[in-house]
């Protein structure tokens, strides 16, 4: 097992999960990339970290797939002591209810919200035995406001919110903090198809966010400074929710 301490980031090869492995190997850690079946983006990402000094390693898995996800993280625990999570991958497939189908559902809330069930019950348990971790939930605005067009995301990611807050008066007493942030509209691949100039309209700082800035509050939850921070929902979001 190494000495440094590990970041397991979930869809940690594109949009903000990539954002936040860079980050966080800027911060010192072993970052710990998950991603499902996109290699290039991943092979991207690894070589970004390489290039600033950083380390890494990747780690294919589905996260729906519980046999997968707990081989994975039986054999990243006994390598590494995986001081923080970061909930990162996700999935969007948008419709009005009405003519929304089964698989656009069950596909989204397996993704979003079932996924927490499995990767976090390993990883927590590890955490509690070391008696600190860190564990950062990537929600999002629509589970606070609701968008149309998103029932099924705002659900899965709302969720998310509620797992979150449970989650954390369960650990606290033995040093496992867990909060959640919301972002926004942040330019992603995940936001590519949406009209950006016309929505920075409803934005009060007039403008989609960068996913560096929501990694730089993953870095605070991650940090020191937040020893005192559990069961909290930080909006990153500029403005359109408070």
Same mark, same amino acid.
């Given at each position: 097992m190494?000495?440094?301490?590990?970041?397991?980031?979930?869809?940690?090869?594109?949009?903000?999960?990539r954002a936040i492995s860079l980050r966080l190997a800027r911060d010192g850690y072993h970052v710990i990339i998950n991603f499902h079946s996109n290699v290039k983006e991943a092979e991207a990402t690894y070589g970004a970290i390489l290039d600033i000094g950083g380390s890494c390693e990747l780690y294919p898995f589905d996260i729906t797939d519980r046999t997968a996800v707990a081989a994975a993280i039986e054999e990243i625990t006994k390598n590494h002591t995986l001081h923080v999570l970061v909930l990162c991958a996700g999935i969007?497939?948008?419709?009005?209810?009405?003519?929304?189908?089964?698989?656009?559902?069950?596909?989204? +809330?397996?993704? !979003?919200?079932?996924?927490?069930?499995?990767? =976090?019950?390993? *990883? &927590?348990?590890h955490m509690l035995l070391n008696r600190a971790g860190r564990i950062i939930v990537i929600s999002s605005t629509s589970a606070e406001s609701g968008l149309?067009?998103?029932?099924?995301?705002?659900?899965?990611?709302?969720?998310?919110?509620?797992?979150?807050?449970?989650?954390?008066?369960e650990c606290a007493k033995r040093g496992v903090l867990v909060n959640a942030l919301t972002p926004g509209f942040i330019t992603t691949d995940m936001t590519g198809n949406m009209d950006e100039k016309?929505?920075?309209?409803? +934005?009060?700082? !007039?403008?989609?966010?960068?996913?560096?800035? =929501?990694?730089? *509050? &993953?870095?605070?939850?991650?940090?020191?400074?937040?020893?005192?921070?559990t069961g909290q929902v930080i909006g990153v979001n500029g403005g359109v929710y408070m």
């Open positions: 190494t000495d440094k301490k590990a970041a397991l980031i979930t869809g940690g090869s594109r949009g903000i999960g969007r497939h948008d419709e009005i209810m009405i003519y929304m189908s089964e698989e656009q559902w069950d596909s989204v +809330i397996d993704t !979003n919200l079932s996924s927490f069930y499995a990767v =976090v019950k390993p *990883v &927590v348990r149309p067009g998103q029932v099924n995301y705002a659900a899965a990611k709302a969720g998310l919110l509620g797992a979150t807050r449970a989650l954390a008066r016309e929505l920075a309209k409803s +934005i009060p700082m !007039n403008r989609f966010g960068k996913p560096e800035e =929501v990694a730089g *509050v &993953v870095s605070f939850l991650a940090s020191e400074d937040a020893n005192y921070v």
